[in-house]
């Protein structure tokens, strides 16, 4: 009831965000019912069927990986100052956010359930005609359980990402952390640098805040390390450190264009056939492509913080320093995203090149899953940067008080968005072409 109650008093973007997790949840249900349509109309071609279900799992993962995205960036579960007073600790707060997760997910595998039921003409007694017999099997009684099994895939998948990447964590370095006490997992208070935990300062704080004076008088005294001492304001912070995933994202990049040279190599073999009239070739072209797009995603945050320390090199002035640092300071956040962004967009290219003239057009199946990759991606970036113009919402406010103007901000957005275009697009064409060469003489 608090996960519903905090979705519908939310702000209408990010009620956007959740309908955007909800529709994309609804189109990999659909594919995913399609695939148990075509399964139940062709019983004598298990290995197509097979083949079906495991392209599923491109847009699969890019439904989950948006829906992780809007769960970070969701302000109703973000821990704030009293929320542990009612019992919302982080341990809460994260299975909110799970429980948000799964009930936007399961909204739009319900719609996909009720759309294709239309089609096949069980709600309406109409099925639909045409080529989408082959995947409708509207001849056929659909077997609900299998049904609801595939329809299960999104949102349970979706809510334990967001449980494990939202899990509370403790990121007090090691030698602040000392001996854990006798207060189970309600934590102690009033020492310094310790976190706030669920149940804070709620039913248990007031029994617990004088246990901690009773063990602190009548036990043996506490050896607490003394507060470190606060830093100079005079001192500019510490730069962000660098990535470290570059060289294992060039690594793997590396070796994904390695394996899809030696493909190019093999004429004899298992064949992969290619959704939408596209070229067949070997199976190991999928596994290259799939370690070229684990590479660009890992080598993402590392070359958006390089492209950020060129642009303040050779005499950069403020405009180009803000730029660059700013690239810097957010190259996690942004960079991965980014780097998933090049590796749809080089994957996306490389199967359009391959496409074959005399071939039928695209499939609609096709093009959903594509559609649905692509926008899940897009959506995903998207999200990730107004996440970072938030971060950094009180450094623009502070230098607006410093009498920056406005439009130097603006034009310091543009320049940090011309050089990631700049860095990242001839990338993504060289990608895409040396993709596309094991299955272009095919």
């Known amino acids: 009831m608090l996960a519903l109650r905090l979705t519908r008093g939310s702000h209408p973007a990010v009620q956007l965000r959740r309908l955007l997790v909800a529709v994309a949840s609804a189109g990999t249900g659909f594919l995913l019912l399609c695939t148990l349509g075509y399964a139940i109309g062709h019983p004598d071609s298990p290995a197509a069927a097979a083949l079906r279900l495991a392209w599923c799992a491109t847009p699969l993962a890019a439904t989950v ?12 579960t973000k821990p704030r100052p009293g929320l542990s007073a009612i019992g919302l600790g982080p341990g809460r707060l994260m299975a909110i956010s799970a429980t948000t997760t799964a009930l936007a997910c399961t909204l739009g595998s319900m719609l996909a359930l009720l759309f294709f039921l239309h089609l096949r003409g069980d709600l309406t007694g109409m099925p639909f005609d045409g080529a989408a017999a082959e995947f409708l099997a509207s001849d056929q009684p659909l077997p609900l359980p299998a049904a609801l099994t595939l329809l299960s895939f999104v949102p349970v998948i979706a809510s334990v990402a967001v449980a494990l990447v939202l899990r509370p964590r403790d990121l007090r370095p090691a030698s602040e952390k000392g001996p854990a006490r006798s207060y189970g997992r309600f934590g102690a208070q009033g020492r310094p640098g310790s976190r706030e935990t669920f149940g804070t300062y709620g039913r248990f704080g007031a029994r617990l805040r004088g246990c901690d004076r009773r063990s602190a008088t009548e036990d043996e005294p506490t050896s607490e390390p003394a507060p ?22 060039v690594a793997v990049l590396a070796a994904g264009l390695a394996v899809e040279a030696y493909a190019s190599r093999v004429k004899d073999g298992d064949g992969l056939s290619l959704p939408g009239g596209l070229a067949d070739g070997p199976a190991s072209v999928l596994v290259g492509w799939v370690l070229t797009a684990i590479g660009l995603a890992l080598a993402g945050p590392g070359l958006t913080h390089l492209c950020g320390r060129l642009l303040q090199s050779v005499g950069p002035g403020a405009l180009r320093l803000l730029a660059g640092r700013v690239l810097m300071e957010e190259a996690t956040r942004i960079g991965r995203p ?7 967009a080089s994957g996306g290219f490389a199967m359009t090149a391959l496409y074959d003239a005399d ?9 959903l899953g594509g559609l649905v990759v692509t926008g899940c991606t897009v959506a995903t970036l998207l999200t990730a940067a107004l996440e970072a113009k938030h971060a950094r919402a009180d450094t623009t406010a502070a230098l607006l ?9 603006r034009s ?9 275009l700049a860095l990242f697009l001839p990338l993504t064409l060289v990608v895409a072409e040396l993709a596309a060469l094991p299955l272009a003489g095919r």
């Open 359 to 367: 071939a039928p057009a695209f499939g609609p199946l096709t093009t």
């Open 228 to 249: 470190a001492p606060d830093p100079d304001p005079s001192r500019p912070a510490a730069p962000r450190e660098a990535p470290r995933g570059l060289p294992w994202g």
């Open 65 to 76: 990986y948006f829906a992780v995205a809007v769960a970070r960036t969701d302000p109703a």
């Open 412 to 420: 310091a957005a543009a320049l940090r968005a011309g050089a990631l």
């Open 401 to 409: 008080r410093l009498g920056a103007p406005a439009a130097m901000l």
């Open 338 to 344: 980014l780097g998933v962004v090049c590796a749809v």
